[in-house]
Every structure is written in C-alpha cells, then in structure tokens.
C-alpha cells in the first residue's frame, strides 16, 4: 500500500501558485518524499524528492514540514500544460516507487 | 524526452499471439523496471532488473516474459495474454537500484489485448 495520502483532486487557475498537500505520518527517518506528475496518457514524470529540508528546482518547490509528517508541493505559476495527476510518494525499499491514486490537477484559464 | 523510448507505442493483438515490448535508454543508467498501469488503478511494478539481472518479479503471470540483454535494453514478451492485461506498459530507468534514485519514465506501449 502506497504510504501517503493526498485530496484526490484540486484546481487551480492559470498563473496562481499551486499548492498541493501530502500526508505522510508513518514516514521513517530515512525515507525520502518524493514527486511525479503523469499527464494524460503519458509516462509519469520526476519533479522534486527532498528528505528533510525545502528544496526548490526549475519545476517546483517542496515544503516538508519539521515533523515530516506532511508536504507541499508548490508549482509557483501553473499554467494549463501543469494539469496532470500528481504523485507524492515515499521510498520504502531500494527499488520500489509505490505509486498511489494521487491528486488529479485542473489548471484553468 | 526522459532519454527513454518504448516501442511500439500502441500495439492491438490477440489472446494467441506473441509480441514483445521493446524499451531503450540513453542514459548510461543499470537499472531498468516495467509497470504496468490499468485504467484508473495505481502504477504497479511488475520488474526490475539491476546490472541485467533481475531482481524482483512482483508476483507477475509467467505469460509477461522480461529480457535485459544489456543495460541499455529491456524487453517484456507477450504470449497468451487475457484481456484483463490490456492496460499501458511503461518502462523506467534509474543509474542504480538505490534507494535515492530517481527514475525516469519513457512515454509507454498502450496494449489492448482482444
């Protein structure tokens, strides 16, 4: 079973930040969070992975709060090509990404 | 592009046929997996092969067949499947079978099996 849950979707108008939440209360010390997005049809996407500390790339930021207990994945200005599923996710093994239902994003114009 | 390719992308075929599934990287990564995706159900890993060598098999029907001939290639062979396999196939690579490794996807093979 997939080890995190997120709203099974969430809108989000064009050119505002969207800000999308993840609960993962039963994370270990050593897991990391990590971050895909699969838009329609497509094979998913890597966007972000942090393990304590915020981290922030081209494509989006993530905020893992002190307990890491939940996260935020922040895309800072969506535009319509964001609207995708969105997957957070926490490594529990050496190989395996457990993929969950994830958050289906609607950005609109 | 993710530096991963599958062919064919789409592929129609009966339950008597045989068909193989061909994913290729360009990344310089040795590990490889393939999932499986059904309509609207989570992404399910059925493989992963590290270095060529295969080493997980997560409880897959004997009738998905996976080869790594080298760690640029991975191939999943089809024979006798059920319609309940139809689904869209999707193969990733990762530099190492390591638990911080990124994995990146190619755009998958959507099979419909009749």
């Known amino acids: 079973d997939a080890k995190t849950t997120q709203p099974p979707s969430m809108d989000c108008a064009e050119g505002r930040a969207a800000n999308l939440p993840c609960n993962h209360s039963?994370?270990?010390?050593?897991?990391?969070v990590y971050w895909y997005r699969q838009i329609h049809s497509q094979g998913p996407q890597y966007i972000i992975h942090?393990?304590?500390n915020n981290e922030t790339n081209e494509m989006a930021s993530l905020i893992i709060t002190e307990d890491r207990k939940s996260s935020t994945l922040i895309l800072p200005h969506a535009t319509l090509r964001d609207t995708a599923v969105y997957y957070c996710i926490v490594r529990v093994g050496a190989d395996k990404l457990i993929f969950g239902t994830g958050t289906r994003l609607q950005v609109f114009p | 592009e993710t530096g991963v390719t599958q062919t064919p992308r789409h592929l129609v075929m009966g339950m008597t046929n045989k068909k193989s599934l061909k994913c290729e990287q360009h990344l310089g990564h040795n590990a490889m997996y393939w999932y499986k995706q059904s309509a609207k159900k989570p992404l399910e890993l059925m493989f992963v092969y590290s270095l060529e060598e295969r080493v997980e098999n997560n409880s897959v029907p004997s009738r998905f067949s996976p080869e790594c001939p080298n760690s640029s290639h991975l191939f999943l062979h089809l024979h006798t499947l059920q319609p309940e396999d139809s689904a869209l196939y999707l193969c990733a690579s990762s530099l190492g079978a390591g638990v911080v490794e990124t994995q990146y996807f190619g755009p998958g093979t959507r099979l419909l099996v009749l």
């Open positions: 942090g393990l304590k």
């Open positions: 039963t994370i270990s010390g050593n897991e990391y």
